[in-house]
């Protein structure tokens, strides 16, 4: 890994949400157009999400042919948008909306179509409105993660965040 990634030293870990999914639960799309998630987006990776204990959540989706960028292998961008979406998805058992102010991954080995790409995610901390996220990737078969990321969320206020983009939202 080549990453300079480091935490910052006032760093504290959050309480999970006592609303949170229950360990084992599934966890719900955050909004059903999203890319990475939604259930109304049909070129979308659609990918599913288990609460894990404590701050950590499983994620996965299958590797689909349209997700090709090298000759039988993932895009690159695909595999980042995963972990963009697994790991703010994990931000979200402290129950607020997050979104991505930087991510960062590093690619260990090819990931070939029609793979089925699983992803541990965890939240390392949280100072402010920031929290602080990584994750890994792993395909069956393998016990070395396939890629590795980090990432810093920012706490959002929805209705401010999105005010320009209102016309996106046909109902919630
Ligand atoms: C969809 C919802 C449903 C919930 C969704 C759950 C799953 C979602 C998965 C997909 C998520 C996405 O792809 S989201 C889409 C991609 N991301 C975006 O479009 C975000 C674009 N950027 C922004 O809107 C803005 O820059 C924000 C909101 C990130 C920050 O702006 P702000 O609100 O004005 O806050 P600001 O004061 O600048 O920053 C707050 C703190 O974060 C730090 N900070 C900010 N950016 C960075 C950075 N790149 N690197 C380091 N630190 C940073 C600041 O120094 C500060 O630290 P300190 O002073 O406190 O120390």
Not at 70 to 85: C, M, R, Y
Not at 134 to 160: C, H, K, W
Request: aromatic share 8%; hydrophobic share 40%.
């Amino acid at each position: 890994m080549s990453s300079t990634w480091s935490l910052p030293a006032d760093i504290e870990i959050p309480v999970r949400h006592p609303m949170a999914p229950e360990p084992g639960a599934q966890m719900r799309e955050h909004w059903e157009k999203c890319f990475g998630c939604g259930s109304d987006q049909p070129t979308g990776l659609g990918m599913t999400f288990i609460a894990g204990e404590g701050l950590t959540v499983e994620a996965q989706f299958d590797v689909a042919h349209r997700y090709q960028g090298g000759p039988g292998v993932i895009h690159g961008g695909i595999l980042s948008t995963g972990f963009d979406e697994a790991m703010g998805t994990c931000c979200m058992l402290l129950a607020n909306s997050v979104v991505t102010a930087h991510l960062e991954v590093d690619y260990a080995r090819p990931i070939v179509l029609g793979s089925t790409l699983k992803f541990s995610c965890r939240i390392d901390g949280a100072v402010r409105r920031k929290v602080y996220s990584s994750a890994e990737a792993y395909v069956d078969g393998s016990n070395a993660p396939v890629a590795t990321a980090r990432a810093l969320f920012v706490q959002i206020d929805m209705d401010q965040h999105f005010k320009d983009t209102k016309q996106f939202i046909d109902h919630f």
